[in-house]
């Protein structure tokens, strides 16, 4: 399963994305300066929220497309996609990092770009120039 070493390489090789600490600490990696995956460490709203099928590992957070994007993914596999309260409304989706396969979360993390990357940029990186 996925580790961070996995994130950061995979972010990096994005064109134009850059990795830095957040205020708490917690890595996060943008492009153009919007972020598009970044660690996003459980709160205690979170844990309240989520009660006992709160997890217990690493939390990755990725931008997507829509919140009908985020809607699937969840009811694709719960065992890996999850929300709190504090994402209602927020086109993004919080990720058990120690249960997604490196290949989805490839995947995952470069639409995570796509949503947030320049258009003429995502146009050049997706050959549809």
Do not use: C
Not at 27 to 51: I, S, Y
Not at 72 to 77: E, M, Q, T
């Amino acid at each position: 399963m996925a580790t961070w070493d996995d994130v950061r390489q995979i972010a990096l090789a994005l064109p134009e994305t850059t990795e830095q600490a957040s205020r708490e600490g917690t890595a996060q990696w943008r492009v153009k300066d919007k972020g598009f995956v970044w660690e996003r460490p459980l709160r205690r709203g979170d844990l309240e929220a989520l009660g006992t099928s709160a997890p217990t590992g690493p939390v990755l957070a990725a931008r997507v497309p829509d919140l009908g994007a985020k809607e699937a993914l969840i009811a694709d596999d719960e065992s890996v996609y999850f929300t709190t309260p504090h994402f209602n409304g927020y086109p993004a989706v919080l990720v058990r990092l120690d249960r997604i396969p490196v290949p989805e979360l490839e995947e995952l993390i470069v639409e995570a770009w796509l949503a947030r990357a320049p258009k003429r940029l995502a146009a050049e990186y997706t050959g549809t120039v």
